[in-house]
């Protein structure tokens, strides 16, 4: 890798993650902040972004012409909504540099434009960047394949603040699809995602999610195996929302030299 500063993009920049990721660039070694954009007549264009992330001047005006800034830059930390997401995944892929996408609550069409851009990209997509969350869905996959369906229920729990707008998190569907993998299913045609009313007993073999909403949680998730007599849990806490930008810039380093691409975050710890 050189030994230059990778210079970075922060999208979405006045928002809770675009700060949290302004201030991690800032503070960590071999990266940038070189540009940060925000959506057309944002208040925010035009300011400094270090006042913005509570940094003071940095001498980086928030734009709102993404393009422009993705030509001379190697690298956009991207933590928006899918729509904007699916768009900045092209224009990575016109500029030819790497998109780290935290973004979640994407659709199925809106992942296949993604891996579409990443034959030009260097794209890497996670639910969440924490090393503890993707160790976590290892763990998961592992305790999921030992723990058969016939004696074992599966159920994954998360809460997060009120402002969150996707159920189940997209931290929540990592953990089911790493326990669908452990048992060699789709999770898409095993999950239960609502219980209400009369709903009979469980169906054996599926993976349920309960999700939780309220104050100012980060994000809080367990993935329960529940047997006769006995209940294996496995959970994560996020206290600070820096460790995912610690995470997304660790994943734009990584991915500098790869080749285009569509990488998960187990890619960059080596957890694949």
Known sequence: MSAT?????VVGAA????????????????????????????????RDAGEIAGLGPIGVPVSDRPLEAFVEA????????????????????????VHVIGTTGCAAEDDARIAA???????????NMSLGVNLLGVLAETAARALGPADWDIEVLEMHHRHKVDAPSGTALLLGEAAAKGRGIALGDNSVRVRD???????????????????????????LLAGEGETVTLSHSATDRSIFARGAVRAALWARDRKPGLYSMLDVLGLN
């Open 5 to 9: 500063a990778m210079k970075l993009v």
């Open 15 to 46: 928002g809770r993650m675009g700060q949290t990721l302004i201030r991690a660039i800032h503070a960590m070694e071999g990266v940038e902040l070189f540009a940060a954009v925000e959506r057309e007549q944002s208040p925010f264009v035009g």
């Open 74 to 97: 190697e690298g956009v930390l991207d933590f928006t909504a899918p729509a904007a997401t699916v768009e900045f995944a092209a224009l990575a892929a016109q500029a030819r540099i």
């Open 117 to 127: 851009a990443a034959r030009h990209a260097r794209i890497v997509k996670s639910g």
């Open 197 to 223: 009313g009369h709903t009979g007993p469980r169906p054996q073999g599926t993976i349920g999610f309960a999700t939780l909403r309220g104050g100012s949680v980060i994000g809080e998730h367990s993935v």
